[in-house]
């Protein structure tokens, strides 16, 4: 039988199964051999050891469209990322190296502006002119007022969505939203769990309709570009990619070289000063961890 991994924990995978039920599995010892670990979102083959107890070994992993490693999760079609209008302000530095963590992926990313109602007209207008320049689909919501929930809705029919944010965001208030309609027995997991521990330190999988699920993931506060030349990190701004091949040199990192048609976007503001000085705090990042 086949089915998702939606939780792992101390070596037990719960897996929601072809047949609606939700299986506490091993993994069999040959993915230890093969120094293969099994990831929440994973497809998996199932054996089936005891259908009342409803438990089973996990015996294979099907075949991976892309994974991430932090949040540790497989099959992503696409992430939310959620960060708060006020309280907390956004960190854009922490929201654009997300957003280069999913380029580099190739995962689409959809941002979400939550506690829209704790900002002016103004504020609003501003971020979403940012980001929605830059190419990214930008939902505005309340979870407090319950705005925004239709486009939510929308955007994660028959996709799994990675949903993440920092703490305090509100991420926790809208995901619960998303599940108000959901048909599994969710308390089947804490049942089998015993109780509630490490709950908000593993990615878990919920799913919230017919081939829709949601991965929730612990808040992050911090995240650090690794694996990447600092001459690699202009790729993953898609505002930058319109302006590729007509800056003077070939190569162009957009930074110090004259005749850069990026700068030059930027002084006809067509592109965010915003989006480009951290551009410029990422490549220096960059710079001073090679040295290293």
Same mark, same amino acid.
């Given at each position: 039988?086949?089915?998702?991994? =939606? ?14 039920? =939700? ?11 093969? *120094? ?11 054996? #089936?050891?005891?259908? +009342? ?12 469209? *892309? ?8 099959? #992503? ?13 956004? *960190? ?6 997300? $957003? ?10 959809? =941002? ?7 900002? /002016? ?20 919501? /309340? ?12 955007? $994660? ?9 920092? /703490? !305090?965001? &509100?991420? /926790? @208030?809208?995901? *619960? ?12 997991? @804490?049942?089998?769990?015993?109780? &509630? ?8 999988? =919920? ?5 829709? %699920?949601?991965?929730?993931?612990? !808040?992050? @506060? ?6 990447? +030349? ?28 004259? &005749? ?11 592109? @965010?000063? $915003?989006? %480009?000085?951290?551009? $410029? !705090? ?11």
């Amino acid at each position: 039988m086949q089915g998702k991994i =939606i939780k792992g924990i101390a070596g037990f995978y719960y897996i929601h199964a072809q047949d609606g039920e =939700i299986y506490e599995c091993r993994a069999k010892g040959i993915f230890r051999k093969d *120094n293969r670990k099994p990831l929440v979102g994973d497809d998996v083959e199932l054996e #089936v050891l005891d259908a +009342e107890e409803k438990e089973g070994n996990l015996v294979r992993i099907l075949p991976r469209r *892309n994974s991430l490693i932090r949040p540790a999760v497989a099959n #992503v079609d696409q992430a939310l990322v959620i960060f708060a209008m006020e309280n907390p302000k956004p *960190n854009f530095m922490l929201l654009d190296r997300f $957003l280069i963590m999913m380029e580099r992926e190739g995962i689409p990313a959809v =941002i979400c502006f939550n506690k829209k109602d704790l900002a /002016s007209e103004e504020e609003i207008q501003e971020l979403y002119n940012i980001y929605q320049g830059c190419g990214y689909q930008v939902i505005l919501a /309340s979870a407090l007022k319950e705005q925004g929930l239709c486009e939510i809705r929308r955007i $994660l029919k028959g996709k799994t969505t990675v949903v993440a944010g920092p /703490s !305090g965001v &509100g991420k /926790s @208030s809208l995901t *619960n939203l998303m599940q108000e309609e959901v048909q599994m027995e969710t308390g089947e997991i @804490s049942r089998k769990l015993k109780r &509630g521990r490490h709950t908000t330190r593993h990615s878990q999988v =919920i799913p919230v309709a017919e081939n829709t %699920y949601l991965v929730d993931t612990p !808040g992050f @506060s911090s995240l650090y570009l690794t694996d990447m +030349e600092e001459q690699e990190l202009k790729d993953f701004f898609p505002e930058f990619r319109g302006y590729e091949g007509r800056c003077r040199f070939q190569g162009c990192r957009h930074i110090h070289e004259p &005749g850069c048609a990026v700068k030059e976007a930027l002084k006809k503001q067509e592109i @965010s000063r $915003l989006r %480009y000085e951290n551009y $410029l !705090g990422l490549y220096e990042e960059l710079k001073e961890k090679r040295r290293y």
